[in-house]
Every structure is written in C-alpha cells, then in structure tokens.
C-alpha cells in the first residue's frame, strides 16, 4: 500500500513532466519560426495477454489510427511479444511489432515500414484504492527512408524511450462502474540520426476504464499527442478520440484474479 505522500509525489512529478514538455525549447534558429498544425484522429484496438502459468505469457496487439470520420487511415500497427511476471504487479516484457504509416506529405502515395524490437519494465502501485502504474520502455526503430514518393530502399535507425505515468481513480463503489484514468507518456529519441528532435512526442490521456467481464475490458477517452517533427520547427497537435479493448486470458492462479500487464500503445 502506498502513503498518501508517496501519492502526492507521484502527482507532482506528473505535473512536473507535462509541463517540462509544453516548455520544451525549439532547437532549431530562433530565427525559424515555430509551426504546429492540428489533426482530429480516432485510434482503436485490441490488445490481448495470455497467461501461461505464473511466470510467462505472451501478448499480441492490433492498432489502427485514422482521421476523426474513419475516412483516411494514418497507421497500422502489429506487436507480439513475451511477457515476465517478477511479481505479481511487476513484468519485463519484450518483443517485436511492425507499422505501416501513412505518407507525411500531401499528395503522396508511398507507405513507410517500420520494424521494430523493444523492451519494457512495468510495475503498479497504490495508495488507497488509486492504483499508479508505471512503465519504462526501450525501443530500436528502423524505419524506411522516402523521397520523392519513392522508398530509396534505405532505412534510418532510431532508439527511444519512454517513460508512462498513469492513475486510476475509482469513481463509483460499485467496482462494475467506470473508473477515471489520467496517464502522461513522454517519449525521446537518440541517435546519430536525430538532429531537431530528441523530443519526440509527449501522450497525455483522460478518460475512463471499465471491465466487461473478468477477462475483458476497455478504455476510452481523449488523447493529446504532441509530436515534434525531425525539422525541429514543426509540430503536430494530434487531438485523438481512444477506444482500447483489453483481452486477458490463461492462468489465473491461486486467488483466480489475472494480474497482467496493460498500456499497450503503439
């Protein structure tokens, strides 16, 4: 069980994190002058985790991204991984996921590949009936290199971190009701590659969490993913509707409650 001044802590450096962001500074010239262009999104998908005794399981994701109306996809992702259970709120998890990403041009047609290895260490805590969950992310990225509309058959490689702060705050007595969820994830790129833009994204996320049944359940709410392009002078606004569904499966053990990893993002 946490304090209450560890939660207060916790709190804190959220704040700190989301505003350390929004005060980032622009390394490019002064003289550039800054441009961030907004986008309504939707992003939905499935992400499931099967349990196979109290140590091991594994987890498969599907994500989808697109305009607000579902009209212009932006990108498809895939995961499949393997997950450690340490504890029983504490795994290691590592995997491989692919993307198709959408042209960053108007006007183009050439979709970017994205290959992908990553590594994570995620643990949850709480402070009453707060659960706080944390998670540490390590991901090498070789993505497709596009000019002209046509892949140069080069790939550029990128590492990032990231690192999620997230509470869940129920709501209601009732445990079948909805529970609110505000999350914060910063991510960072390095890099011989990255020039502008160590600051990659900053994800922060409102909304509220719900179980289905004992295996499924689902969140939903707003997104606000602030990306910095490798120019170093534009931005993207991205102001994303969320809709995750969590499948869990397998072991349960021996107080038949599955404890698994969830924050599945892309």
Known sequence: MMSCKKLKGHLRLFITLFVLILAYPDETNAQTKKEVTHHAQTWLSINSTYRFSKRWGMLGDFHYRSTIAFKDPRFYFLRLGANYWIQEKMTAEAGYAHTWLSPSQSGWQTWVNENRIYEQFLFSTSSGKTMITQRFRNEQRWIQKIQNDTRTGDTKFINRVRYLLSFNFPVFKNPGMPSLVVADEVLLNFGKEVVYNT??????????????????????????????????????????????????????????????PEHHEE
């Open 199 to 260: 600051m990659d994204q900053n994800r922060i996320f409102i909304g509220i969490k719900q179980n289905i049944n004992s295996r499924l359940s689902y969140d939903f709410g707003y997104m606000n993913v602030y990306q910095q392009r490798s120019s170093g002078y534009q931005y993207d606004m991205n102001h994303t509707i969320r809709l995750f569904f969590y499948y869990n499966g397998g072991w349960k053990g021996e107080n038949k409650r599955v404890h698994l």
